[in-house]
């Protein structure tokens, strides 16, 4: 079945470490996303990419990094220089920008302790 | 920055009842589209409204846009417990950045 794999479902991190999400699709979509969600709030778009070997900012991307190496995978890495990064991060992708539906991952919860 | 602000924030109803769910936003739009999340997973597409269309239907769920007000609904009718889940309308001003509101949460009980 086609979809999206994001991994772990649930990370712990002790402060000045850095973590990897990953986010893995098999739907074929050029475009992929990494939004942070937060009790009570929506998403907030932290990177996106439109195609392999690009992509760019979104909203809130401080202290975020990723990388678009292969059409399939997504993954965002979590710095220490994130000042509250625990939260409940998701990954989306879609057929291109401006194509409509997102189809998103299950979600990563990150607590920091 | 959060475009689209959906009322009420939550929602307590009743099996059979209809849920009705607003959400607002500030600049022009391509398109509005609306998720649902259940608690702890990720979100799945409802419908999506372009901004020239008044109104679509998809199943119990009925979608209408006034993009003179700047406003859209969704009405759930006939309402079950397995509807119980947070709802948030996301708009898209072009490039499919979709920015999401803050969603409404649906409490359904039999």
């Known amino acids: 079945d086609g979809g999206i794999t994001q991994s772990p479902k649930y990370l712990f991190r002790k402060e000045g470490q850095n973590v990897t999400l990953s986010c893995e699709q098999n739907l074929n979509h050029d475009a992929m996303y990494w939004y942070r969600q937060d009790p009570g709030q929506g998403l907030r778009l932290i990177y996106y990419?439109?195609?392999?070997?690009?992509?760019q900012k979104g909203d809130i991307a401080e202290g975020y990094s990723v990388s678009r190496e292969k059409k399939e995978s997504f993954p965002l890495t979590v710095t220490s220089a994130q000042k509250n990064p625990t939260a409940f991060y998701l990954c989306?992708?879609?057929?291109?920008?401006?194509?409509?539906?997102?189809?998103f991952g299950e979600g990563s919860r990150l607590t920091v302790l | 920055s959060q475009q689209g602000e959906e009322d009420p924030q939550a929602l307590s109803i009743q099996e059979g009842e209809n849920a009705t769910m607003n959400c607002s936003y500030k600049t022009s739009i391509n398109n509005l589209q609306w998720y649902r999340q259940n608690s702890g997973r990720g979100l799945v597409h409802l419908i999506l409204i372009r901004s020239n269309e008044r109104e679509k239907h998809s199943g119990r769920l009925r979608v209408t846009l006034d993009t003179s007000k700047k406003s859209s609904s969704l009405l759930i009718t006939a309402s079950r417990a397995a509807d119980t889940a947070s709802y948030f309308c996301?708009?898209?001003?072009?490039?499919?950045?979709?920015?999401f509101g803050a969603g409404t949460r649906l409490a359904v009980h039999p």
């Open positions: 989306a992708s879609s057929m291109g920008m401006g194509s409509g539906e997102l189809f």
């Open positions: 990419s439109q195609i392999v070997n690009d992509f």
């Open positions: 996301a708009t898209d001003s072009g490039y499919n950045k979709l920015i």
